[in-house]
């Protein structure tokens, strides 16, 4: 059964602006006309959504966060409270650089911590997982952990949001002291091992 969106009285969705079922759009929110936000969303307080922009579904978007133009974000994706998006690297006031916009991809399943910074044109992979406060200045490996300023990797976490740990049989193997999911090396970083190969 289909779900009409659930919008605040002081929020503002713009005609021409796409909103998904079931989608939930807080208080003094602003979503701009060609933004584009799937089904069962969430919009906290104070959040901006600029023309042009695309938003996956199950999305949760929490107070303060300003999803400019260039950015996209894929299914489950979280952003925590006051997190930063950019979409210039050299801003100025007196100069006009929307034709210079760079692209924000976070994928799937990635989760931005409070007050995190993202500076525009990086690729933040499936499942990865930014730290409050990091600034991420370059492109994030799926499942990697990150944390600091700027941020590095500090470990490897689970879709299901635990670190994993370094599993007893040695090599390159992690698992999930939660949900006893395993992981395996996969190019530079890590991928989850197939259902049917779980011990």
Same mark, same amino acid.
């Given at each position: 059964?289909?779900?009409?969106? /659930? ?9 021409? %602006?796409? =909103?998904?079922?079931? /989608? ?8 701009? &006309?060609?933004?584009?936000? +799937?089904?069962? !969303? ?7 959504? $600029? ?18 133009? +260039? ?5 489950? =994706?979280?952003?925590?409270?006051? $997190? ?19 692209? /924000? @991809?976070? *994928? ?7 007050? #995190?910074? =993202? ?5 933040? +992979? ?13 492109? =994030? ?8 300023? &700027? #941020?590095?990797?500090?470990?490897? $976490?689970?879709?299901?949001?635990? *670190? @994993?740990? *370094?599993?007893?049989?040695? +090599? ?6 939660? !949900?006893?999911?395993?992981? #395996? ?5 890590? %991928? &989850?091992? #197939? &259902?049917?190969?779980?011990?």
């Amino acid at each position: 059964m289909s779900t009409a969106p /659930t919008i605040h009285e002081s929020a503002y969705v713009d005609e021409g %602006a796409i =909103v998904g079922e079931g /989608t939930r759009i807080w208080h003094f929110c602003h979503v701009n &006309p060609g933004a584009v936000i +799937g089904a069962r !969303c969430s919009l906290g307080q104070n959040v901006v959504v $600029m023309s042009g922009t695309r938003i996956g579904d199950n999305v949760k978007i929490q107070n303060n966060v300003s999803i400019y133009e +260039g950015v996209e974000l894929e299914d489950d =994706v979280f952003c925590g409270p006051s $997190m930063v998006f950019t979409n210039v690297m050299n801003p100025r006031s007196h100069v006009s650089r929307k034709h210079e916009y760079q692209r /924000t @991809l976070v *994928k799937r399943g990635a989760s931005i911590g409070a007050n #995190a910074t =993202v500076v525009c044109g990086a690729t933040l +992979g499936e499942y990865c997982f930014i730290g409050a406060g990091a600034v991420v200045t370059k492109d =994030v490996l799926p499942y990697a952990l990150m944390a600091g300023v &700027p #941020a590095r990797r500090i470990g490897w $976490m689970c879709q299901c949001g635990e *670190k @994993l740990e *370094k599993s007893a049989e040695g +090599g390159a193997a992690w698992h999930c002291p939660v !949900c006893r999911a395993r992981y #395996a090396a996969s190019g530079e970083g890590i %991928a &989850p091992v #197939a &259902p049917r190969e779980r011990a």
